[in-house]
């Protein structure tokens, strides 16, 4: 049987209250308002994954989504250097696709089967996961197809994720609804796009928000594992620590 593994975050904080980082075999989710970090979470994360076990790492491949052309070599071959990487070595091990729309991100995942045959991918990104069918399915009356397209690809990204022992993490944005902060309890009802066929997908979740000054903050939303816990953390060159 294959045994799941952690990716660290780059953040002491923000794995501890993970237990260890995110897990492959699963799909985590980190949503929140603009600029809170969730891209250079990925970023971070696209160097551990490629790290030594006893670093946080999973000595693993990734693939990358990009959905809003916000993937940056430059600022991997940065966070490489932070870990004692070859920045161009790191770059290397990241396989970026641009996708174009929602129909595309759903065919993307035909090319990411094959390339996971070879074992060697330990981490995919989708950043972000619903900016695509949200401008795919804009009128008021495609909420239910976009729902069903959503879910038919999640689905078979849950089976990506469980065949090759991946772990995926995607990025979310945010939709205000104060009405919410009664369901979502100390989230000020910042609430995830993508209703329940998201909620249902995504194993971890987790809230990002900012600080005070140059600080953020991550809480753990609805975490079958983990309880509900905040962390902080900051970003730098290096990317996401403490
Ligand atoms: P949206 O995609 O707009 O919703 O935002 P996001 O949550 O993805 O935010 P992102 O991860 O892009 O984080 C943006 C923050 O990272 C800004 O506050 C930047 O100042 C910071 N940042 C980006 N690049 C660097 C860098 O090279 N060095 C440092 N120290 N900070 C950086
Ligand atoms: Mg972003």
């Not at 969730?38 to 994954?49: E, F, G, P, R, Y």
């Not at 999973?58 to 052309?69: C, R, S």
């Not at 078979?156 to 369901?183: H, I, K, Y």
Request: charge should be negative.
């Amino acid at each position: 049987r294959k045994q799941c593994m952690k990716i660290s975050t780059g953040s002491k904080q923000l794995d501890t209250i993970l237990l260890g980082g995110f897990e492959t075999m699963s799909i985590s989710e980190i949503y929140g308002e603009f600029r809170c970090g969730k891209t250079q979470i990925c970023h971070t994360m696209a160097v551990m994954a490629q790290l030594p076990r006893e670093m946080g790492g999973a000595e693993g491949k990734v693939a990358w989504i990009d959905t809003e052309g916000t993937f940056r070599p430059e600022r991997i071959a940065q966070i490489a250097e932070r870990f004692g990487v070859d920045p161009e070595q790191a770059c290397d091990n990241i396989c970026v696709s641009r996708s174009l729309n929602s129909e595309h991100q759903y065919e993307l995942l035909d090319v990411l089967a094959f390339n996971f045959c070879s074992g060697e991918y330990r981490l995919l990104v989708i950043d972000s996961v619903m900016a695509l069918f949200r401008t795919d399915y804009s009128g008021r009356g495609e909420l239910a197809e976009r729902q069903q397209a959503l879910g038919q690809f999640l689905k078979r990204l849950a089976a990506l994720a469980e065949e090759f022992n991946v772990c995926v993490v995607m990025t979310n944005q945010v939709q205000s609804d104060p009405g919410a902060s009664a369901l979502f309890s100390g989230t000020d009802g910042r609430k995830p796009v993508g209703g329940h066929v998201l909620a249902h997908a995504s194993t971890t979740r987790v809230l990002l928000r900012k600080g005070r000054g140059e600080e953020r903050v991550a809480k753990i939303i609805d975490s079958p594992n983990c309880p509900e816990r905040e962390a902080t953390y900051i970003i730098t060159n290096g990317g996401i620590s403490d």
